[in-house]
């Protein structure tokens, strides 16, 4: 399916105020699709696309909306993504990241749409990571006993689906919080001192090539699980180190620690990371070098 097919397609993103929802309406509103955003805010980042402000905990008005406009794909990129606050607010933790993914699969059921749901590698316990996608569930978090559950409750419905699991997501964004990167970047142009752990594995993912696998999910009705990571396992200080390095950064502002000395209120998965093999064969994923998507985000925030 080439593009003129993606066009054909009415595509509903929810959650389109956050990292990867700005970064996909930007890509999907150049593309002339029959688009419509919503997210909890009453305005959006993007003047010059269709939105709704919609509450998705609110069944009603989350059903009312998706029926209004009857996708053919809704992309839930939607999620309450505290992980210590989701220890103490639990019920927030879960109408967002359960309930409402429950009120999505209802009406998907109905109008025959394929969710593309957004997880997390959070759904294990770092005790052998990296992680393929029929690997073994094990949340040693309340966020990620939610974000499990929420891919229970497409298997429950039987609803078209497909599920992405991706960590430590990064990229240019305009709006809201900074990612990591650019919180890196401003804490050591600002001279502060950064404390990162040297015990957490992952291979970092660059948002605009999770972009690129959604529309392409799109494009070819692709259901199922699927890992997408970046192409480099390393740990959140090396990965700082590697910010610091090429922005031209002073690096004896970081401080190495442990996960432990941050006395957390969640716990962490530590030896995580996922394996994209399963993306790389069925998706055509090919993620880009850390050193490329630094080059993206020093061009786009003329850094």
Request: charged share 25%; with cysteine; glycine share 4%.
């Amino acid at each position: 399916m080439q593009l003129n097919e993606l066009i054909k397609n009415r595509i509903m993103i929810l959650g389109s105020n956050g990292m990867l929802g700005q970064r996909l309406t930007n890509f999907l509103s150049s593309k002339k699709v029959e688009l419509l955003t919503s997210s909890f805010e009453d305005f959006s980042f993007n003047r010059e696309v269709d939105y709704r402000q919609c509450d998705i905990t609110d069944r009603g008005k989350l059903k009312k909306l998706i029926f209004d406009f009857c996708p053919d794909f809704i992309i839930n990129a939607a999620a309450y993504t505290n992980v210590d606050k989701s220890e103490t607010d639990r019920e927030t933790a879960w109408k967002v990241n359960v309930k409402a993914v429950e009120y999505i699969a209802e009406s998907a059921r109905i109008l025959d749409s394929h969710i593309i749901h957004i997880s997390s590698d959070y759904i294990f316990d770092g005790e052998n990571g990296p992680y393929l996608e029929n690997a073994v569930p094990n949340p040693i978090g309340y966020y990620g006993r939610t974000k499990l559950a929420s891919e229970n409750v497409l298997k429950l419905y039987a609803v078209k689906n497909t599920i992405i699991r991706t960590n430590v997501l990064y990229g240019p964004t305009h709006f809201g919080r900074p990612d990591f990167v650019k919180w890196v970047i401003d804490s050591l142009k600002n001279n502060s001192q950064i404390r990162i752990v040297t015990d957490q594995i992952n291979n970092p993912t660059f948002i605009d090539d999770l972009v690129q696998v959604i529309i392409n999910i799109i494009e070819n009705n692709k259901e199922g699980i699927y890992n997408i990571g970046g192409p480099d396992f390393l740990s959140r200080f090396d990965f700082t180190i590697k910010i610091a390095d090429y922005f031209n950064l002073d690096k004896n502002l970081i401080t190495p620690i442990l996960t432990k000395d941050l006395n957390q209120p969640a716990r962490r998965p530590l030896k995580s990371g996922l394996i994209t093999i399963k993306a790389q064969s069925e998706l055509g994923y090919r993620p880009r070098s850390i050193e490329e998507t630094f080059k993206i985000i020093k061009k786009e925030f003329n850094l």
